[in-house]
């Protein structure tokens, strides 16, 4: 299977810039999600990738084959990147049997018929839909007819496969469920897969890379984990996880190589996991801080509870803490009454510290209680 490399990639839309110099690469058998607010640019990025919009300047490579060269002039057209196509909307012929919207792009790719038939059985047993032959789309549900598309643009063997918010008309439920069966198909087919979404938890749960966007650029591209627990900018940590992450306005003090940051007016010793490489001055800082890490216990700092909403498996904690609300996770089947005061710690040393100003990640690290 090939990798995409994307160089300088740019598209405008008149005197409006949608994707502005995007450079990066993506594995073979990689699942990549493009990830971002609505308007950042992601499904712009995804159509020019397989050729059904045009960049204004840069270079795309699938494989060893340049499909579009802005400056050589090379504009490879969609049927010739053999790529496959997943649409929200699934696109099914209302007048064809599942086995018939399947079948379809293999006999106008003149198959013999006795491979086609091979090969659509091998999909319906793929898709588990195999008892789904002979339906008609207006027989099934979202998710069978989201299965029928899949193995439709599977049938003739793509290298990459596109999706383009394939599960955002579905339910809660049969999302979970297609979900699964995304991430299971991916292992199994060897493709490489990208996936458009504005639903974080998606790109979270399926992809071995978020390319995570803002205005047309990218904002971080690495693993969903890393991206989580190493966001490098305020937009980066905020967009990523559920619940959202806490940001503390405070300030930074430095003593030599020590470091105090203020919490409700009082000096925590904060402790780097590494040195920061260029030497920090003192300044105004946000501090970052995962529902997670606020630990309820019985010292620390005080904080009243604000909200409390207990789920089964984990309780959602709001607590007013000063002048702010602080998000906590709490596990286990646990509730707390409203107003009432409980101790807490910020523990882990995956807290970050991000520069008020310029809203980067500047070091991150442990504050001592």
């Known amino acids: 299977m090939p990798k995409i490399t994307i160089e300088n990639l740019t598209k405008k839309f008149g005197n409006f810039t949608a994707v502005n110099n995007l450079n990066i690469v993506i594995e073979d058998r990689g699942f990549v999600t493009l990830l971002g607010p609505s308007g950042c640019g992601k499904t712009t990025v995804l159509r020019m990738i397989a050729g059904l919009t045009d960049p204004t300047s840069g270079r795309i490579t699938i494989g060893d084959t340049v499909v579009f060269d802005s400056e050589r002039n090379i504009n490879v057209p969609p049927d010739k990147r053999d790529v496959g196509f997943i649409f929200q909307n699934y696109a ?32 319906l047993d793929l898709m588990q839909i195999s008892e789904l032959g002979g339906r008609y789309p207006s027989e099934l549900s979202g998710g069978q007819q989201q299965r029928v598309a899949i193995a439709r643009t599977l049938a003739p063997h793509p290298k990459i496969l596109f999706m383009d918010e394939p599960l955002s ?35 979270m749960t399926l992809a071995t890379k978020i390319c995570l966007m803002n205005a047309g650029e990218v904002v971080q591209y690495d693993s969903p984990l890393y991206t989580y627990a190493h966001p490098v900018t305020v937009f980066s940590a905020d967009f990523i996880g559920n619940p959202t992450i806490n ?78 609300i602080l998000t906590s996770v709490v596990f286990g089947i646990i509730d707390f009454e409203y107003n009432s005061e409980v101790n807490f710690t910020i523990g882990s040393d995956n807290i970050i510290i991000f520069d008020a100003e310029t809203e980067k990640n500047i070091m991150e690290g442990t504050i001592v209680f």
């Open 92 to 123: 099914l012929w209302p007048h064809m049997t599942v086995y018939k919207n399947i079948s379809f792009g293999l006999e106008n790719l003149k198959w013999k018929k006795e491979d086609i038939d091979n090969r659509v059985k091998e999909l």
């Open 169 to 203: 008309n579905l339910d809660a439920k049969l999302r979970l469920e297609m979900r699964t069966e995304l991430k299971r198909l991916h292992a199994e087919t060897d493709a490489t897969f990208i996936y458009v979404t504005h639903d974080q938890l998606e790109a």
């Open 247 to 324: 940001f503390l306005k405070s300030e930074l003090i430095i003593d030599g190589n020590e470091y105090k940051i203020l919490i409700g007016d009082k000096p925590f010793a904060f402790k780097p996991v590494k040195t920061p490489r260029k030497p920090l001055s003192a300044r105004n800082i946000v501090i970052g801080i995962r529902p997670e890490h606020i630990k309820i216990g019985t010292k620390g700092l005080k904080g009243k509870v604000y909200s409390s909403l207990p789920s089964g498996m984990e309780t959602i904690l709001l607590l007013k803490f000063g002048k702010e």
